[in-house]
């Protein structure tokens, strides 16, 4: 039924991410991938294109000591929804991600809101 793990895919792009290597990270996305990032079209990355655009300004513009970890993960088929949660210097905060991976690569990202954590992460 499918030919990998959703959640392998994943993993793999968060490796990339982790990284901070663009190039690796858009292979993991489907030519015609959108990301939302937001609830309004002007947050939102269709294709591999713009995926990279973005992503290589973000990671130039990231501070080294960011760092994300998977706080929980949910997993049905093809859906991989993930509580991501980011700390750096300074800052921590999550995300819940919600992937949809389909042969082996990521169609579709829906990113709720961010929550910003001032004293630290949440337990």
Known sequence: MFDCL?????DAQIEAWR??????????YAPD????????D??????????????EN????????????IANRITSGEYVVDEEVQHGDGFAGEVVAIYRVQACL????????????EEGVAE
Do not use: C, K
């Open 6 to 10: 959703a959640m392998e895919v994943v």
């Open 106 to 117: 990521i169609t579709s990202v829906q990113f709720l809101p961010w929550v910003n954590h």
């Open 42 to 55: 002007e947050d939102r990355l269709v294709g591999r294109g713009a995926i990279l655009d973005h992503y």
């Open 19 to 28: 990284a901070r290597d663009a190039s690796a990270f858009v292979q993991f």
């Open 33 to 40: 991938a959108v990301i939302n990032m937001g609830p309004g």
């Open 58 to 69: 973000a990671f130039i513009e990231m501070p080294a000591d960011v760092h994300v970890e």
